[in-house]
């Protein structure tokens, strides 16, 4: 599997970003995926260290969103197009990160976090004004 995000870029506070993370490779559909994040100057630490933000289970399609999300993004998935998008609304200087989406094969939201997650994209850069 393969991913790739895009969407990424420079907006203002209370402005809105939708990411995009597209698969090719395999049944998109069996996967989980997460969004990850990590903010600027720590993207050397490692993928295990970024913030998961949200998450969409492969099964029931029911969704996840850390506390600091939660009410101002959204993911969803759409089946034919292969990819899982984040609405993220009323952005604040602080959503500014490199955010990753992930896969893990035949896994409900949210992930135990002693799973390893089974593919990555190489991430989108955010950048929110104040």
């Known amino acids: 599997l393969q991913l790739v995000e895009s969407g990424g870029g420079l907006v203002r506070a209370g402005g809105s970003l939708r990411l995009s993370c597209a698969a090719s490779?395999?049944?998109?559909?069996?996967?989980?995926v997460g969004w990850f994040r990590q903010a600027p100057g720590k993207e050397h630490e490692g993928i295990s260290k970024y913030e998961g933000i949200s998450c969409i289970s492969s099964m029931d399609g029911s969704t996840y969103y850390t506390d600091s999300v939660k009410g101002r993004f959204a993911i969803s998935r759409d089946s034919v197009k292969n990819t899982v998008y984040l609405q993220m609304n009323s952005l604040k200087p602080e959503d500014t990160a490199v955010y990753v989406c992930?896969?893990?094969?035949?896994?409900?939201?949210?992930?135990?976090?002693?799973?390893?997650?089974?593919?990555y994209g190489q991430g989108t850069q955010v950048t929110v004004s104040s």
């Open positions: 490779g395999d049944t998109f559909d069996d996967y989980a």
């Open positions: 992930a896969a893990i094969i035949f896994t409900s939201c949210p992930v135990n976090r002693n799973l390893k997650w089974d593919y």
